[in-house]
């Protein structure tokens, strides 16, 4: 009866091996496990004597043999490297360990001279980049501000602050470019005769400093400040470098936000699974094993379990939307592209207050105190009220859309960013085509952009500034004094919103990349604004706000926050473009002399100076590189390799699924064939008891005979 | 340099460092961490190499593991006769391992260990269960407990045996960028 029960569930196998499929072989494995035979499958004879088991078990026995011990197989360590791994790399117990070091010094006594002294140099070699790595790490500021607001509010609002340290980092590299291409040789060789002397006049005042008019007009602040000193060679000159320095900060941003857009991006969506959805890294990585705190340990434990039950909450969302009726989705719909409409006739009407605020701000002369900074600074006051009311509309409007947690996170990102880069670019749009009124062509056209962008930069640190302390501040203060009043209990408890306080920093490093060119130092006022910032939001954090149940999903969103950045690099690049053209159109009306290029010269005379000025070859390489001969091979020579890329990649991917369908199919080879076998072996037991159970019952029927 | 110490012999030391991702301080440290556990039990003289094990109940409650909710697991993984009770070869082991500059690949097979709570080189969907109760500190039901195990084989699993081997887990480390930052004990 055993027997046959053991022959149908082959003959079921039978039928199931040939469908192939995975899922269905997972479902077999599920019967079997579930099924008694799962214990027998691991206890059979041969089970052990399995090439993969036999490589596993030695491990474990530490002390089986120091040859076994050594030949590790636990993934890479198994292959011949453990001969040159360094002992402390290996699996095994210390004991194991130091016999191995000693049969290594044996062996180190065969080898020759040259031999040890290479390996002595790569691990030396070895101990110093580790030893640099730390070093490294070690520079890295407010690391312990980071660890304790990890410990308190988890990774979400770490990686705000990390994203904030970066953005530093990258100002002072620009600070550095700066000096070394635009300050240093204007120091050194000085500026041109017939400029305006820096010196303090009667009609500067206090509120220059905020205008970026008077003193600061004439000051290195701005592009005005850098005209053509005794460095005149024709390829070696002021104008040049200033150039080439701007270029430079542009070209190493683009580069160093795309690497880190691709390593983000690597980590995110390898192999086509998301980390952040993966349940199993939230229970297998999960656990902070540096945690010492009881209470950072109930936190982390809160965490964890929110997560979970998010992810919980989202596998019963997405149950729910595949039970939406039709009737349902229609109303949905229906619903959706209503509130779609609601945010564009938002963002249209935020469009047209900053086209109003700019114009309103533009017919305004100058001359009284007081009013006339509230007006010179009424476009960034609205693009600051706008971008501050708007985003919090827009999360109050998704949470409407019946969209997931996180798609609706991300969903009010894409709205917000929109809205931030749209205003800026429209703003910009609106200064650089104003008239020219009689008065204004008697001032320095690019200062005059530079003196939007140093005014947008510094009310944006203001806003922030005012935010902290005028906003959240007094709201903790409401809610620690006077809880149960209904003040308190209107605001609610604060948290730290990430997404957009990162919108923020984006915006602040766009208008530092829009403007660097006509404000040379806006990357140090950045640096000393974002340190500001830095401390601020530290304070805020750390004693206005609560830690959010639902935690920020931090990896999946830095791809998010580095793309931004790029399109706000983009952007920059596009208003460097645009301007420069604009400058070779125009240059007849510019009849102010200022900065760098002044008498009428533009970047592409330069240029042209210097590229005349070299051997012929470099020239007409250069001319060369310049057309459209070149330009047009180059784009298709891109197309073909990027094509190729996609195509290996998209091959690459049919691979690993046929891989993995193998290694299913070799693994339920596997557990049938150790099945059969058991079985026959059991059926041959049988079989031997049986004849001998006839044996013996031979002997005593005899007597009876 | 420095003063003379009398605990190990040089060669003792020089082994220790060699086998070890520690400096020769950090091993002497090390000892004085490992005596003050039970000061009685632990002799200050190694030179002859004393055969002394500790309990597994005083070292899990050292402040760098008393939080972890797996404390239990990873002393039995780094102990020899599976039940916790470490030598001092075996304290160094564990804290080197779990140390900050063990690679990737040695971290991940101990990490496998430490989860594999029925020892049977594989992980599963018992092992799992009790990983998450821990975790939670069975704050979940038994449903959502049993949900997302399920969700984590299914993810996971490569050849389709409902359970995650050393390979699988090796897999979805490699993937995970964080592992090495959260996999480590500052002793």
Same mark, same amino acid.
Request: contains cysteine; charged residues 20%.
């Given at each position: 009866?055993?027997?046959?029960?053991?022959?149908?569930?082959?003959?079921?196998?039978?039928?199931?091996?040939?469908?192939?499929?995975?899922?269905?072989?997972?479902?077999?494995?599920?019967?079997?496990?579930?099924?008694?035979?799962?214990?027998?499958?691991?206890?059979?004879?041969?089970?052990?004597?399995?090439?993969?088991?036999?490589?596993?078990?030695?491990?474990?026995?530490?002390?089986?043999?120091?040859?076994?011990?050594?030949?590790?197989?636990?993934?890479?360590?198994?292959?011949?490297?453990?001969?040159?791994?360094?002992?402390r790399?290996?699996?095994?117990c210390i004991?194991?360990?130091?016999?191995?070091?000693?049969?290594?010094?044996?062996?180190?006594?065969?080898?020759?001279?040259?031999?040890?002294?290479?390996? $002595?140099? $790569?691990?030396?070699?070895?101990?110093?980049?580790?030893?640099?790595?730390?070093?490294?790490?070690?520079?890295?500021?407010?690391?312990?501000?980071?660890?304790?607001?990890?410990?308190?509010?988890?990774?979400?609002?770490?990686?705000?602050?990390?994203?904030?340290?970066?953005?530093?980092?990258?100002?002072?590299?620009?600070?550095?470019?700066? &000096?070394?291409?635009?300050?240093?040789?204007?120091?050194?060789?000085?500026?041109?005769?017939?400029?305006?002397?820096?010196?303090?006049?009667?009609?500067?005042?206090?509120?220059?400093?905020?205008?970026?008019?008077?003193?600061?007009?004439?000051?290195?602040?701005?592009?005005?400040?850098?005209?053509?000193? $005794?460095?005149?060679? !024709?390829?070696?000159?002021?104008?040049?470098?200033?150039?080439?320095?701007?270029?430079?900060?542009?070209?190493?941003?683009?580069?160093?936000?795309?690497?880190?857009?691709?390593?983000?991006?690597?980590?995110?969506?390898?192999?086509?699974?998301?980390?952040?959805?993966?349940?199993?890294?939230?229970?297998?990585?999960?656990?902070?094993f540096t945690?010492?705190?009881?209470?950072?340990?109930?936190?982390?434990?809160?965490?964890?379990?929110?997560?979970?039950?998010?992810?919980?909450?989202?596998?019963?969302?997405?149950?729910?939307?595949?039970?939406?009726?039709?009737?349902?989705?229609?109303?949905?719909?229906?619903?959706?592209?209503?509130?779609?409409?609601?945010?564009?006739?938002?963002?249209?009407?935020?469009?047209?207050?900053?086209?109003?605020?700019?114009?309103?701000?533009?017919?305004?002369?100058?001359?009284?105190?007081?009013?006339?900074?509230?007006?010179?600074?009424?476009? !960034?006051?609205?693009?600051?009220?706008?971008?501050?009311?708007? !985003?919090?509309?827009?999360?109050?409007?998704?949470?409407?859309?019946?969209? &997931?947690?996180?798609?609706?996170?991300?969903?009010?990102?894409?709205?917000?960013?929109?809205?931030?880069?749209?205003?800026?670019?429209?703003?910009?749009?609106?200064?650089?085509?104003?008239?020219?009124?009689?008065?204004?062509?008697?001032?320095?056209?690019?200062?005059?952009?530079?003196?939007?962008?140093?005014?947008?930069?510094?009310?944006?640190?203001?806003?922030?500034?005012?935010?902290?302390?005028?906003?959240?501040?007094?709201?903790?203060?409401?809610?620690?004094?006077?809880?149960?009043?209904?003040?308190?209990?209107?605001?609610?408890?604060?948290?730290?919103?990430? !997404?957009?306080?990162?919108?923020?920093?984006?915006?602040?490093?766009?208008?530092?990349?829009?403007?660097?060119?006509?404000?040379?130092?806006?990357?140090?006022?950045?640096?000393?604004?974002?340190?500001?910032?830095?401390?601020?939001?530290?304070?805020?954090?750390?004693?206005?706000?609560? #830690?959010?149940?639902?935690?920020?999903?931090?990896?999946?969103?830095?791809?998010?926050?580095?793309?931004?950045?790029?399109?706000?690099?983009?952007?920059? #690049?596009?208003?460097?473009?645009?301007?420069?053209?604009?400058?070779?159109?125009?240059?007849?009306?510019?009849?102010?002399?200022?900065?760098?290029?002044?008498?009428?010269?533009?970047?592409?005379?330069?240029?042209?100076?210097?590229?005349?000025?070299?051997?012929?070859?470099?020239?007409?390489?250069?001319?060369?590189? #310049?057309?459209?001969?070149?330009?047009?091979?180059?784009?298709?020579?891109?197309?073909?390799?990027?094509?190729?890329?996609?195509?290996?990649?998209?091959?690459?991917?049919? #691979?690993?699924?046929?891989?993995?369908?193998?290694?299913?199919?070799? &693994?339920?080879?596997?557990?049938?064939?150790?099945?059969?076998?058991?079985?026959?072996?059991?059926?041959?037991?049988?079989?031997?008891?049986?004849? $001998?159970?006839?044996?013996?019952?031979?002997?005593?029927?005899?007597?009876?005979? | 340099?420095?003063?003379?110490?009398?605990?190990?012999?040089?060669?003792?030391?020089?082994?220790y460092q060699?086998c070890t991702f520690f400096t020769?301080k950090e091993i002497l440290r090390l000892h004085g961490r490992y005596?003050?556990l039970?000061?009685?039990?632990?002799?200050?003289?190694?030179?002859?190499? +004393?055969?002394?094990?500790l +309990?597994?109940?005083?070292i899990v409650?050292m402040p760098e593991l008393? %939080?972890n +909710?797996?404390r239990?697991?990873i002393v039995?993984s780094f102990s020899?006769?599976?039940?916790?009770?470490l030598s001092f070869n075996e304290f160094v082991d564990m804290f080197s391992v779990l140390s900050e500059m063990a +690679?990737?690949?040695l971290k991940?097979?101990y990490?496998?260990?430490?989860?594999?709570?029925?020892?049977?080189?594989?992980?599963?969907? %018992?092992?799992?269960?009790?990983?998450?109760?821990?975790?939670?500190? %069975?704050?979940?039901?038994?449903?959502?407990? %049993?949900?997302?195990?399920?969700?984590?084989?299914?993810?996971?699993?490569?050849?389709?045996?409902?359970?995650?081997?050393?390979?699988?887990?090796?897999?979805?480390?490699?993937?995970?960028?964080?592992?090495?930052?959260?996999f480590h004990i500052r002793i």
């Open positions: 009866m055993f027997h046959a029960e053991e022959e149908v569930q082959e003959d079921k196998m039978e039928e199931l091996n040939p469908g192939g499929l995975m899922r269905l072989l997972s479902e077999e494995s599920t019967q079997s496990t579930l099924s008694s035979d799962s214990c027998e499958y691991y206890q059979t004879e041969i089970f052990d004597q399995l090439p993969s088991i036999q490589a596993i078990r030695p491990a474990q026995a530490n002390q089986g043999g120091p040859e076994s011990g050594e030949r590790t197989s636990y993934g890479a360590l198994s292959r011949d490297k453990t001969s040159t791994q360094p002992l790399n290996l699996v095994m004991q194991g360990k130091r016999d191995a070091r000693d049969r290594r010094k044996m062996q180190r006594n065969n080898i020759g001279f040259w031999e040890s002294w290479r390996r $002595s140099q $790569s691990i030396n070699a070895k101990r110093i980049w580790a030893q640099m790595g730390g070093a490294l790490s070690s520079l890295l500021p407010w690391r312990r501000t980071l660890h304790a607001i990890e410990g308190r509010f988890g990774v979400g609002v770490k990686s705000y602050f990390i994203f904030l340290r970066y953005l530093i980092c990258l100002n002072l590299l620009h600070c550095a470019l700066i &000096s070394g291409f635009i300050l240093g040789p204007t120091a050194y060789y000085g500026r041109s005769k017939n400029s305006v002397p820096l010196r303090f006049e009667d009609s500067d005042s206090f509120l220059d400093f905020f205008l970026g008019s008077g003193y600061l007009d004439r000051s290195p602040v701005f592009f005005g400040f850098y005209t053509r000193g $005794s460095l005149d060679k !024709p390829c070696l000159n002021t104008p040049l470098l200033y150039f080439s320095g701007i270029l430079t900060i542009l070209l190493l941003s683009l580069i160093m936000v795309v690497r880190r857009t691709i390593v983000g991006y690597k980590h995110t969506w390898m192999l086509g699974k998301r980390y952040s959805t993966n349940v199993c890294y939230k229970i297998l990585c999960g656990w902070d945690i010492h705190d009881p209470s950072a340990a109930a936190l982390k434990r809160s965490f964890i379990r929110n997560d979970l039950k998010l992810f919980l909450d989202e596998q019963r969302f997405s149950m729910r939307k595949g039970q939406r009726t039709l009737g349902q989705k229609m109303r949905l719909y229906i619903l959706r592209s209503t509130l779609n409409l609601i945010v564009l006739a938002l963002l249209g009407g935020a469009f047209f207050l900053i086209y109003y605020a700019t114009i309103q701000s533009q017919k305004e002369d100058g001359d009284n105190g007081l009013v006339s900074l509230l007006f010179q600074y009424l476009p !960034p006051i609205t693009i600051t009220f706008v971008n501050l009311v708007l !985003p919090h509309i827009f999360r109050k409007i998704s949470s409407f859309e019946d969209y &997931s947690f996180t798609t609706q996170v991300n969903v009010t990102l894409v709205r917000s960013i929109f809205l931030k880069l749209a205003s800026l670019g429209i703003y910009l749009f609106f200064v650089f085509n104003t008239e020219e009124t009689q008065q204004s062509l008697l001032q320095c056209r690019p200062n005059r952009f530079g003196r939007e962008m140093y005014k947008l930069c510094i009310f944006n640190f203001l806003a922030t500034f005012c935010n902290a302390f005028l906003l959240s501040f007094p709201r903790k203060l409401v809610q620690e004094c006077c809880p149960t009043s209904l003040l308190a209990r209107m605001s609610g408890k604060q948290h730290f919103l990430v !997404p957009f306080n990162v919108l923020d920093l984006v915006y602040g490093q766009t208008v530092s990349w829009v403007g660097v060119y006509y404000c040379p130092l806006l990357p140090l006022i950045g640096t000393v604004t974002m340190t500001v910032t830095f401390y601020i939001k530290k304070f805020t954090v750390l004693r206005c706000c609560v #830690a959010e149940q639902r935690t920020f999903r931090a990896s999946n969103s830095s791809v998010l926050f580095h793309f931004m950045l790029l399109l706000g690099l983009f952007m920059a #690049a596009v208003t460097l473009g645009f301007n420069l053209h604009q400058q070779e159109v125009k240059t007849k009306l510019n009849t102010v002399p200022c900065g760098p290029f002044g008498n009428g010269e533009t970047v592409f005379n330069v240029t042209d100076t210097c590229v005349k000025s070299l051997p012929r070859l470099a020239q007409s390489t250069l001319r060369y590189l #310049a057309s459209e001969a070149f330009a047009l091979p180059l784009i298709l020579a891109e197309i073909i390799i990027l094509t190729s890329y996609v195509s290996r990649s998209r091959a690459n991917q049919r #691979a690993i699924e046929r891989l993995k369908d193998m290694l299913v199919m070799s &693994s339920s080879d596997k557990r049938f064939l150790v099945k059969e076998h058991a079985t026959i072996l059991k059926k041959k037991k049988h079989n031997h008891r049986a004849p $001998s159970a006839t044996v013996h019952e031979n002997p005593s029927s005899t007597p009876a005979d | 340099m420095g003063n003379k110490q009398t605990i190990f012999t040089d060669e003792q030391l020089d082994a060699d020769r005596h003050e039970a000061p009685h039990l632990v002799p200050m003289d190694y030179t002859n190499d +004393p055969d002394c094990k +309990p597994l109940a005083l409650n008393k %939080e +909710p797996f239990n697991r039995e020899e006769d599976g039940m916790g009770n +690679p990737r690949e991940a097979i990490a496998f260990k430490i989860y594999d709570f029925n020892v049977d080189n594989y992980l599963c969907k %018992e092992d799992l269960e009790k990983t998450l109760n821990k975790l939670t500190k %069975e704050e979940l039901t038994p449903e959502e407990v %049993e949900l997302v195990c399920e969700k984590t084989i299914e993810e996971a699993d490569l050849d389709g045996d409902n359970k995650l081997s050393y390979a699988d887990f090796e897999n979805m480390i490699t993937r995970a960028p964080d592992f090495l930052s959260t």
